[in-house]
């Protein structure tokens, strides 16, 4: 049921990330508009007033239908997370190729013995739409029990014109059947398929003529994405396909400079593509030309721990420089099977050393910002979707810092609170971190 006009009071405390109406950059990163004692008020799928409890106004608390307050609960609520780089159409896992990474084979050597991207490619030739769409909506409910409401959602496992077009309905599909907020992506640039291998005029004229002019007609895709790397596509590739999909009214992204610092971070500016991700290689040159336009960086610091990359993405260097930082998943079933964004966030305090605020930013307002959401989506401010997760710690680094376990007890998505706040039953047993618990209780 959705609350038509639901109080949430005295939460301990309420990360409203307020501020510009842009990418947060620099020391911005740090700007959590954290309140104390904070209260929101959700109407009608929407944030209406967001303060102080001390503060709230009588007539709106009249309005209310319901009121949860929090008072005495060691509480943080935030914006839901925007995670901004996934994969969730595809079908089968891959733990076969996860044990021979163990075993020492390279990312890069498991795609040439035909695994890896064209491993997924196969499974969804077998799978049907349906099937693919069941898989989507098996993982839904977990992205948002760990306080994710939206995702970007990425073909790529298909590469031809049948299956790009496959994943993408079946994530159209899923949509009308999860509170889960998917972005679709158009990723048929995401390898070269093995009958086109020596063959990449022949892919190109595929995606551009037969692939764009399909997703365009069925309003499939908002972005294009291209896999521009060293061994992938070329940075003329890139550019070729990325200039076809704007003529389709798809907006640029891609995956950058992973492998090696290929000039796709520069290209990404140039193109003045809403994001480029993966980032581990960029160059100087890269991280400038992202600053001056201000181009998302949508790093994935799961990737690199669970490919064991001797580089993570340069988080540090590229905040310093002015490049709005966002961070994401990259859930697939290949580098990194994990949609948990609480993980994704310690990941990137210690080993890229972004403070706990800047992580939380680059989940949030700057993920959305990276989905081109960010007036509507990423913080809560009036005007804004009523997208919240409620955590169970009594302060915001507790989220990085108790890693492993999931610290959300409430999703709301479009002021729908997921599990009715059922963790405030008196017999509910949650698994949170309540340092500062009141001597009350």
């Known amino acids: 049921m959705t609350d038509a006009n639901l109080a949430i009071l005295h ?31 959700l109407g009608d799928g929407r944030i209406r007033w967001v ?17 949860v307050d929090l008072a005495g609960r060691p509480l943080v609520v935030l914006p839901g997370f925007v995670d901004s780089h996934a994969h969730p159409a595809f079908a089968g896992t891959r733990e076969e190729e996860y044990e021979l990474r163990i075993r020492g084979a390279t990312y890069e050597e498991i795609a040439a013995r035909g695994g890896g ?34 995702i970007e959602a990425k073909s790529g496992y298909g590469l031809s014109v049948d299956g ?31 009958e086109y291998r020596d063959d990449h005029r022949g892919y190109l004229n595929l995606i551009i003529h037969d692939m764009l002019p399909r997703v365009a007609a069925e309003k499939l895709a908002v972005f294009c994405d291209v896999f521009c790397d060293r061994g992938f596509f070329s940075v003329a590739e890139t550019a070729e396909i990325l200039e076809a999909a704007a003529r389709f009214g798809l907006r640029p992204k891609i995956h950058a400079d992973e492998l090696a610092p290929f000039g796709a971070a520069e290209l990404a500016a140039r193109l003045n593509a809403v994001g480029a ?48 930082v966002a961070l994401a998943t990259d859930f697939n079933p290949g580098s990194c099977f994990t949609l948990n964004m ?17 992580a939380l930013t680059a989940a949030t307002i ?8 960010g007036d509507r989506l990423g913080s809560l401010e009036p005007g804004k979707a009523a997208d919240l997760a409620v955590m169970d710690c009594a302060d915001y ?31 509910a047993d949650t698994t949170g971190f309540r340092s500062a618990r009141p001597a009350s209780e």
């Open 51 to 67: 303060g102080p409890s001390s503060a709230v106004p009588d007539d709106l608390r009249r309005q209310c239908d319901r009121i």
């Open 117 to 150: 991207i064209l491993n997924s490619a196969r499974r969804v030739a077998q799978a049907s739409r349906e099937q693919i769409t069941a898989n989507i909506l098996h993982y839904a409910p977990l992205f948002l029990a760990h306080g994710t409401t939206t």
């Open 11 to 41: 939460i301990h405390q309420l990360l409203t990330m307020a501020g510009p109406a842009r990418p947060r950059v620099g020391a911005e990163m740090n700007g959590l508009g954290l309140i104390a004692d904070g209260a929101v008020i």
């Open 397 to 427: 680094r507790i989220i990085p810092y108790f890693f492993g376990v999931n610290h959300c007890v409430e999703t709301i998505k479009g002021g729908r609170p997921m599990n009715g706040f059922a963790f405030l039953a008196p017999t």
């Open 366 to 373: 700057n993920g959305a910002h990276a989905l081109d959401q």
């Open 342 to 358: 609480q993980l994704i966030l310690a990941i990137a305090c210690t080993q890229m050393k972004m403070s706990p605020a800047e």
């Open 164 to 194: 790009e077009l496959k994943l993408l309905r079946a994530i159209r599909d899923a949509g009308a059947h999860t509170p889960l907020e998917m972005v679709p992506t158009f990723l048929g640039a995401h390898a070269y398929p093995a």
């Open 277 to 324: 991700d993966h980032l581990e290689k960029i160059s100087p040159a890269g991280i400038r030309a992202m600053a001056d336009q201000r181009t998302v960086a949508g790093l994935l610091p799961g990737t690199a721990f669970n490919l064991a990359l001797e580089h993570y993405p340069p988080a540090r260097a590229l905040i310093d420089g002015g490049v709005p």
